[in-house]
């Protein structure tokens, strides 16, 4: 997400700030305390989300064609720990547990994406269709729909087909917008009958920024100061050109609807009396959403305005966390010129917020308020489905009790509820995300999922946390009916994720006597990689390995 040397400076600054600021900004009459007790609008969409190279696994199973993601892990050095995506969660070979977890949750949508190398290895529709990869998905969506489960398809969720990306340049090139467009074209054909909400692209900001920019993500290029804007350049343009694909080819016959799913933190002025603050944080919202939001809504883009304008049926919003924003000068050398030094701001943080997992993510339920009042103001009060919104963890002992991912997903869906209550449009809430799954750049170090799942198990086995427990009361009460009974969910939550804990501690305590028996077998395995396997830093883990090294011992001395 955002790259580590920009949270460091975030970190340097924090200690300066002036934090009572916020406290005095009311043109959302929040008060950030209270807590709303109220349902949502009757026929609200629930939901939870995935996506294809992070959970699907079979990166060469039956078919498909590389992705530039499976090119990007394989590579050393890119992912923490090398993690690859290759076998993930195996969602290809389960989707009937899978969706049995949704029907746990009594789900009312789940969100997933169509890997594109998996129908048409090459990207190139006339090459090759790959037939054993249209079925799954209709093996997916069918079983979906069998247990009254909408499925909403995003079309583009960064796996870009590797063959593109080396013989054009990816998202460098405007080549993709056809390519693109031949591909959501047959997604339209083979899946529109059952399928009404499709999304063109997740979190393109991403795709520019981090794949072209930084290099974090796939393809990892570092092309600073033109890469990101050539790339989102591509997107908006393919993203435009396959909502007119669907507009004149299938609406008529499918009826469904064509939007994109755009992510964005919140931008708060450090100093709302501060004119320069106010706007850098203008600029913050504007260079994450707005980039790709004004043409699409506004039609603000040389060239091709009507073609872009009103290229939205809804508008999908993945939002995680907020940042206190000051207007900063970065020196205009112009070879150093980038994506950031463009935004002239810095970004900071409250020390005070919770941040229970990933670096980045700080837990700042107001700012959802606000960006999503922003979205109505800003671009004529659309329809809204949010598309991602979770909190990671860093615990590795205690996983299944995450009585943190228990408080976020309450407050910023009570956040959710406050902005439907100001007017905002929003129809629908994913939680991101179902499972735990592969974290990009970030390899397995970071778990998203409301299931936990064991990677080190080949059978890749899900065990509810306790967040699904509470998920689940919010969703059949279609909100929060009153402050008793919200506490007894969570209470009742945490009691029933402990059982759930000793069933995982005891499939890991198996697993790893399981591990050091094959370790003991195998002389070329490293001491390395056996401590690298089986140490985590708790308590719960370390008493693991004492047994381990006792076994060893016993072992050993046997032979
Ligand atoms: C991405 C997800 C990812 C999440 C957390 C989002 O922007 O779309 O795929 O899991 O960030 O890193």
Redesign the pocket.
């Known amino acids: ?1 955002l790259p580590r040397c920009a949270i460091s400076v975030c970190h340097v600054f924090v200690l300066v700030l002036c934090l009572s600021s916020a406290e005095d900004f009311d043109w959302t009459k929040n008060d950030h305390g209270s807590f709303y007790y109220g349902t949502f609008p009757a026929g609200f969409s629930w939901g939870a989300g995935s ?1 294809a190279y ?1 959970t699907e696994g079979a990166w060469d199973k039956d078919g498909k064609g590389l992705s530039i993601w499976d090119v990007f892990s394989h590579k050393k050095g890119k992912i923490q720990q090398n993690d690859t995506g290759d076998s993930s969660c195996e969602g290809y070979h389960k989707i009937k547990d899978d969706v049995g977890l949704m029907k746990e949750l009594k789900l009312n949508h789940y969100r997933f994406s169509i890997s594109w190398p998996r129908l048409i290895p090459t990207g190139i529709k006339s090459d090759h269709i790959n037939e054993k990869g249209i079925q799954y998905y209709n093996e997916l969506i069918d079983h979906l729909l069998e247990n009254k489960i909408t499925p909403i398809v995003t079309l583009y ?1 960064w796996d870009l087909p590797q063959f593109l990306q080396e013989r054009y340049g990816g998202w460098q090139n405007i080549s993709m917008v056809n390519h693109f467009n031949e591909f959501a074209n047959l997604c339209f054909e083979r899946f529109g009958n059952r399928i009404k909400y499709w999304m063109t692209f ?2 393109p900001w ?1 795709v520019a920024v981090e794949g072209y920019e930084t290099g974090e993500h796939a393809p990892g290029l570092r092309l600073r100061g033109t890469g990101a804007y050539k790339a989102a350049h591509h997107l908006i343009k393919a993203h435009a050109k396959v909502w007119h694909t669907y507009d004149t080819q299938w609406r008529a016959k499918q009826k469904g609807l064509v939007g994109i799913s755009l ?1 964005g933190h919140w931008g708060e002025p450090v100093d709302i009396s501060n004119q320069k603050d106010i706007e850098a944080a203008e600029r913050y919202v504007q260079f994450y959403l707005g980039w790709f939001a004004t043409p699409i809504f506004h039609g603000d883009y040389p060239q091709e305005k009507s073609y872009i304008k009103g290229t939205c049926d809804f508008l999908g919003v ?1 939002h995680f966390t907020t940042r206190y924003i000051t207007q900063k000068n970065h020196p205009s050398a112009r070879s150093s010129s980038s994506y950031f030094t463009d935004r002239d701001l810095a970004e900071l943080v409250d020390p005070r917020w919770p941040d229970p997992g ?1 670096e980045w993510l700080y837990s700042v339920p107001w700012g959802f308020r606000r960006l999503l009042n922003f979205v109505k103001s800003q671009y004529g009060n659309p329809m809204i489905y949010v598309t ?1 919104n979770g909190v990671s963890e860093k615990i590795l002992c205690t996983e299944l009790c995450d009585d943190w991912r228990i408080q976020y997903f309450k407050d910023y869906t009570n956040e959710m509820l406050k902005a439907i209550k100001d007017g905002v449009n929003v129809k629908g809430y994913t939680a ?2 179902l499972l735990d799954k592969f ?2 750049d970030e390899g397995y170090s970071e778990r ?1 999922g409301l299931y936990y799942v064991d990677f080190r198990n080949k059978n890749k086995p899900r065990y509810p946390k306790a967040s699904v427990q509470f998920y689940k009361r919010i969703i059949s009460s279609n909100g929060f009916p009153n402050q008793r009974e919200v506490e007894n969910w969570r209470r009742k939550a945490v009691e029933t994720c402990s059982t759930s804990n000793q069933l995982l501690a005891a499939e890991e305590q198996r697993s790893t006597a399981a591990n050091i028996l094959r370790l003991i077998h195998d002389p070329l395995t490293s001491h390395m990689e056996m401590v690298t396997e089986i140490v985590v830093p708790t308590v719960c883990t370390l008493s693991i390995l004492l047994s381990a090294v006792f076994l060893m011992f016993l072992l050993r001395r046997r032979n």
């Open positions: 997400m996506s992070q969720h997740n979190n991403s992510s993945g990933s991602e991101w995300s974290e990009w998203f």
